[in-house]
Structure formats: structure tokens, C-alpha cells
């Protein structure tokens, strides 16, 4: 058996694929497949490449947020679990978007994600015990919290953020979450 190599232009995974002959390419007339993560099902991670289903349930992705104030150091410890096993991240597309909160005179909440090198500079590569670090530079009174997401590739880890901001108790996560889809944010 030889190893069959990545496809280049492949999406990044597929799902519902089928072939109406003995096909063996997905780039066939004959076949079809939808992007996985395309309808909200459980992401790939990469050698999984054109795998037609990688699992049965959603990631355990529990994201954290740390920041010192004063220093305006911030990190992010992340943790996945597939299927109850706990995944090494190190060597996957994985990385963090940083982002601050504004409190509306409305009382809503806006939320964007911060740019590197004018908001904050990234502090080294994901490490498994403190995961991401950054350190805000922009002008702290511009936003009342901030938060992490984390992402493979394009696609979101945290979906339904609960732990990856320092704002205070009585901000609605999902008003928050809904302002970021809005914005829609990349």
C-alpha cells in the first residue's frame, strides 16, 4: 500500500462525500463532498485530511484568558480534547485572535479583534502550559475587557465562548459572540 499525498487546492476536510463510480480522486465529476465545518459539524485536524467522517462528537476545546493589567501581558491556555483524548496542538494550524470589548451607550457590547504590531505583539509559540501570550500595546482605556479565540486554519475552536475574556459577570457571552459574527471578524 502506498500513502496517498495531500491533494493541493483540497479544502481543508469534506464530509458527505460519495462517488457514483469506483473513483479515487474527490476532483471527479462523478463525486461530491461538502466542506467539513461548512454546516457546523466537528472540524478535521490535518492528517485528516480527506477523511469522510474524523469523529462523532464536538471537540472539548476549553479556552482560558489571563491579563496583568498593569503590564498589559496576556495569555491564553488552551486545551482540546477529541473523542476523550487530550491533543497536541504544537504542530497544527492552530493560533489565537486577540480582541477588546467597548461598552455601548446603548448598553450593548462591541467586539473586534486587535491587530498585531498595532494593538499587541505575540510573545513566542503556543507552549502546552501557558498556550498563547501576547502583550497589549494600544491604549488600554479604548476598551473595557478583552479576550482570546482560537482558531485552526480558518476555523473557530471556541464556538461558544464562555472562559476566554476577563469582562465583568454581567456582559451577556452570547450578545458578545453575536457582535463578533456580525462584525464578522477574520
Not at 454546516?39 to 485528516?48: D, H, I, K, S, Y
Not at 476549553?62 to 473523542?83: H, L
Request: with cysteine; net charge negative; hydrophobic share 30%.
Amino acid at each position: 500500500d502506498k500513502k496517498m499525498k495531500p491533494i493541493s487546492d483540497l479544502s481543508f476536510g469534506m464530509t458527505n462525500v460519495y462517488c457514483y463510480h469506483d473513483d479515487t480522486l474527490m476532483m471527479s465529476p462523478s463525486c461530491n463532498g461538502d466542506d467539513y465545518g461548512q454546516f457546523g459539524w466537528p472540524l478535521c485536524a490535518p492528517e485528516e485530511q480527506i477523511a469522510v467522517q474524523c469523529f462523532d462528537e464536538m471537540w472539548k476545546v476549553d479556552v482560558g484568558f489571563n491579563m496583568v493589567e498593569r503590564s498589559g501581558k496576556m495569555s491564553c491556555p488552551v486545551k482540546v480534547q477529541k473523542e476523550g483524548n487530550e491533543m497536541k496542538l504544537k504542530n497544527m494550524d492552530v493560533h489565537a485572535k486577540w480582541g477588546g470589548v467597548h461598552r455601548l451607550a446603548s448598553g450593548d457590547y462591541e467586539a473586534e479583534y486587535f491587530e498585531e504590531g498595532v494593538h499587541y505583539t505575540g510573545k513566542g509559540k503556543f507552549s502546552k502550559k501557558n498556550g498563547f501570550k501576547a502583550r497589549f500595546i494600544g491604549n488600554k482605556m479604548d476598551y473595557d475587557c478583552y479576550f482570546c479565540d482560537v482558531y485552526m486554519g480558518d476555523h473557530i475552536m471556541n464556538a461558544w465562548p464562555d472562559k476566554n475574556h476577563n469582562c465583568p459577570s454581567d456582559m451577556n457571552e452570547g450578545d458578545m459572540k453575536d457582535d463578533m459574527d456580525d462584525n464578522n471578524m477574520n
